[in-house]
């Protein structure tokens, strides 16, 4: 049986799954070049076709990741399109009349606002649902909106709207959470946290007879709320930049960020494993922004974060009281917070702890499939998440033509040997890497990296500086092998993280020996895992560097300029490469060279 799914709200993408197993997924960002974009896949769903050579016809089932979560903001994308002046802006004309008034407005008084401002969003796939909204009832949106959606897809691929099926958002999360995790513990407890999903913001489930049951839900949990607002009031955009407050977050201090944390302790009560809201505020923008003006921004993000471990601390253990299973798979936005997923980690009353890689609104698509797959598909079990090198690959034709018409001032050589490469990392070169099938998701996991010396701090100087142009706190993170970080991680419960979605200490002497790889403040390390079986090639590459410097680790981050998506094209590939200081591109067997040390 194969089954379609996809995901059209934030972070849209398809995916292809063929009894059982996942074969291709790749997000819309990847083709059209809008970081973080949103709404119907198009173009996801066409590539995801092609690489697995579907054709329509042979889709037992096309299934859509939520019922209506993000019906406007699929056709306005305010993550992908807005600057943060546009969500302040939104703030103000939508959300404090709205909260702090009790001013009567729906979503499309709001979307109506930003068509002026975005004219071009009038040329979106479900532009004909705004049209029909403003002769509707806002209750009657969610009915009109999945009208449109399974036209939309029938249109494109020529098939019965009764093939086209709609799961509930968080069931999504759920199963992508439960079937992501390659080594499944036994009995699981799963976990969902996020700003909102069809219904809420948390729920908890546990596994009955092969079926997921779910045993509560609430919308009162805030707390991916409050990381989203947080980040806008710390001048970065929400939706993309959460990840930037918890990389701060260590370089504050208790005497900077207790305010703040006092503050955040104002919005849940958590009694059991219940999440109640507090109704001490009616809204999160406006009570932060006046409670927390002129507080320092490191302690703000440091009250957030310290606020954020404890929350999790005391929910998840209350939830293993109450439930009596203690090996927690989490998923959902709050499922990303990595060093909250290691203080779980660390608690002695937790057995284990799985979050998936991509476990927040870009993975639902393969939920979705996941979810269909378990009801419609009894032949054939489930294939639990072997990996995401899920994406396309390069053309030898389309890198040879990009490098004749792009790159003739720059030497060219083919079959560069893994032993060349690693020379060339030792000696402080700084080299892109685009071999194989590209990743799915946010994490480069060596296919579409950019790679570097571990040991020497100059690599994140020139990285920063003249490649990513990233925010100085941010830390970078390593490829280590799966036999060398027995060596290196702090990991008594023998966590294993392919993914790059857990943060380790490291054992002494190693913060020393790899100081670009590890966060300045507190010293940690998200690395990904990687067994030889999983990418051979990037596996030996590292092998090689080990040979060198005695360490089985790289330097690896995504190949993509700031704000930028991560290439998918030789095209995309060389105009990174052209546009920014990276001194060797690897292209399949083809190397570009700007700079060499023999």
């Known amino acids: 049986m194969k089954i379609l799914g996809l995901c059209d709200s934030i972070e849209s993408h398809a995916c292809l799954i063929e009894d059982g197993k996942l074969l291709a997924a790749i997000s819309e960002e990847r083709l059209s070049r809008l970081k973080a974009d949103a709404g119907y896949p198009r173009k996801s769903i066409d590539k995801v076709l092609k690489i697995t050579n579907t054709k329509p016809h042979e889709l037992d089932y096309v299934v859509i990741a939520g019922f209506d979560n993000g019906i406007f903001q699929s056709i306005y994308k305010p993550i992908a399109l807005f600057s943060v002046k546009n969500w302040i802006e939104q703030n103000e004309v939508f959300w404090k009349p709205k909260l702090l008034f009790n001013k009567n407005l729906s979503g499309l008084d709001d979307y109506l606002y930003w068509e002026k401002k975005f004219p071009k969003i009038k040329k979106n796939d479900y532009y004909s649902f705004i049209k029909i909204a403003k002769k509707s009832k806002p209750e009657a949106y969610k009915k009109i909106f999945n009208e449109i959606r399974k036209k939309t897809i029938s249109n494109q691929l020529g098939i019965s709207k009764d093939k086209i099926k709609v799961f509930r958002h968080e069931l999504c999360h759920q199963y992508y959470g439960l079937y992501s995790q390659q080594q499944q513990k036994k009995d699981p407890l799963i976990l969902t946290l996020e700003g909102r999903g069809d219904d809420s913001s948390a729920t908890i489930s546990v596994v009955e ?108 253990l209350n939830c293993i009281k109450k439930f009596k299973k203690k090996n927690i798979i989490f998923s959902g936005g709050v499922a990303q917070n990595i060093k909250g997923i290691k203080t779980l980690a660390e608690e002695k009353n937790i057995s284990s702890i799985w979050a998936g890689p991509i476990s927040g609104d870009g993975s639902l698509a393969i939920g979705a499939a996941w979810a269909a797959t378990k009801k419609f598909d009894k032949k054939n079990k489930i294939k639990r998440l072997s990996s995401i090198y899920l994406g396309s690959e390069m053309n030898d034709l389309e890198i040879e033509r990009v490098i004749n018409k ?38 480069a996991l060596g296919n579409r990296s950019i790679l570097a010396d571990p040991r020497r701090i100059s690599s994140v100087e020139k990285i920063n500086s003249k490649i990513k142009y990233r925010d100085f706190w941010m830390p970078f993170t390593p490829s ?119």
């Open 406 to 443: 792009y790159c003739k001032k720059f030497k060219i050589k083919k079959k560069v040997s893994n032993k060349n490469v690693a020379n060339w990392i030792s000696k402080g070169l700084v080299v892109a890497r685009c071999k194989g099938r590209m990743e799915f998701g946010q994490r």
């Open 480 to 598: 280590i092998t799966y036999e060398g970080c027995k060596k290196m991680l702090v990991n008594p419960k023998k966590i294993y993280s392919p993914f790059m979605t857990m943060a380790f200490d490291l054992k002494n002497g190693y913060p020393e020996k790899i100081p670009a790889v590890i966060h300045p403040a507190d010293k940690t390390t998200r690395p990904q895992m990687l067994k030889k079986e999983d990418n051979r090639d990037y596996y030996e590459l590292i092998k090689e560097f080990e040979k060198i410097s005695g360490l089985p680790v790289l330097l690896n981050t995504s190949f993509n300029l700031h704000g930028d998506a991560i290439v998918e094209s030789p095209l995309q590939a060389v105009k990174t490469f052209l546009k920014s200081d990276i001194d060797i591109l690897i292209l399949n067997e083809y190397t570009i060279i700007r700079r060499q040390i023999n």
């Open 209 to 316: 007879k092969d079926q997921i049951k779910e045993k509560y839900r609430t919308n009162n949990a805030m707390l991916g709320r409050i990381y989203r607002y947080v980040t806008l009031l710390l001048g970065m955009k929400p939706g993309q930049h959460e990840y930037k407050v918890m990389g701060l977050a260590p370089y504050g201090l208790r005497y900077h960020g207790l305010k703040s944390l006092k503050h955040f302790e104002n919005f849940n009560k958590i009694v059991g494993h219940r999440i109640l809201k507090l109704k001490k505020f009616n809204d999160v923008y406006f009570s932060s922004r006046k409670i927390l003006h002129g507080e320092r921004f490191d302690g703000i993000a440091w009250g957030l974060q310290t606020y954020t471990e404890s929350f999790l601390k005391k929910w998840v």
